[in-house]
């Protein structure tokens, strides 16, 4: 296979998350609360409790992976993995400069990449480890919305970036042609209709607008035959794609995001894939430190991903689940299995009105 990787080498930071440190008393901030929709019904604020995990009771059943700490964790782990990847840049549509922003974060989670992102508005790269809920200041002109089934995004935000609870697959209540710039992350195990997703973004989007999709194709390949089909790693993910499937979520979309964006009439249509390997298996120093994280992330979300899909899909008793979750852990931390995942990040424009720049 030929894989075209896009690798920074200034990339050597790691971002920690600030947990548990106590907010700095600053005018500028508020309560998301303060400014975000307060008509939420009840199932919105609610979570349902499952096999030892929490998830969102707002349309329960859409999403199938938990919202509580332990995935939250996750989050923050799998975006600093990205700072890593990226040498810090979150975006690589070709936004406007000196521009007040509409910019809308589809499935934002805990709102990590749309608070990061606030500050890469104004720069071409992060260069702040702390980039956490400071980032606004930087270009307080642009707005930024974050959009999630689950309300567990931080209450400690800048002015300019708010969140709300709703699902991005329903029916959206924004005017044609008003976002400059859309985003998503990791929402290949969510969406159901990525063609009417992208159609839906382009009409929503202003002429000469942006979208970007950054998602991973969970399909582990290996090159050199150490992974076989009947590794633990390659069943568990085939086991996932079956269980995503039968509720209608293909989860390796991701090589045909492309295509579909082109297909509602964006242009200016790139794609870059990057080189995720499972593990610290590499020889490239670059590689290696993202193979930790990754392999580090996969592992964290190995019940996570599996629980509902397995219990709920395939009708898989707990006691079963844990016994092949084991294997799983045991093939991943293999030093002699040479997997990898490629993740996408694709970018698309509507075309801008004749006389104008996008």
Known sequence: ?????????????????????????????????????????????????????????????????????????????????????????????????????????????????????????????????????????????????????????????PPNLKFMVDDAESEWLFPLNHFHYIHTR???????????????????????????????????????????????????????HSAFGQVGVQSSNAPRLASIMRSVGFTNVTERISFMPIGPWPGNRHHREIGWYWRTVLMEGLEAIALRAFTRVLGWRMEDIEVFLAGVRKAYMDPTIHAFMLFYTVCGQKPALEGTEG
């Open 186 to 240: 990791h929402m290949i195990h969510a969406l159901r209709d990525w063609p009417r997703l992208l159609s839906r973004s382009f009409r929503h989007l202003k002429p000469g607008g942006w979208i970007e999709c950054q998602e991973i194709d969970h399909i582990p390949y290996c090159d050199d035959g150490t992974l076989t089909g009947d590794n633990p790693i390659a069943l568990y993910w085939t086991h996932i």
């Open 1 to 157: 296979m030929s894989i075209e990787t896009f690798y920074f080498p200034e990339a050597e930071m790691i971002i920690e998350a600030l947990d548990g440190e106590e907010p700095v008393d600053d005018p500028g901030y508020g309560s998301s609360g303060d400014t975000a929709s307060t008509s939420l019904d009840s199932s919105a604020l609610n979570f349902i409790h499952e096999n030892g995990r929490r998830y969102h009771c707002f349309r329960d059943g859409l999403y199938l992976l938990p919202n509580d700490d332990l995935e939250q964790a996750r989050e923050h782990l799998n975006h600093a993995m990205f700072l890593k990847l990226f040498a810090g840049t979150v975006h690589f549509a070709r936004l406007q400069r000196d521009v007040a922003l509409n910019v809308i974060d589809l499935g934002t989670g805990t709102g990590t990449w749309a608070t990061a992102c606030k500050y890469d508005l104004r720069t071409s790269h992060i260069r702040h480890a702390n980039s956490e809920l400071i980032v606004a200041d930087l270009y307080p002109s642009s707005s930024v919305l974050g959009i999630d089934l689950s309300p567990i995004q931080s209450n400690w935000v």
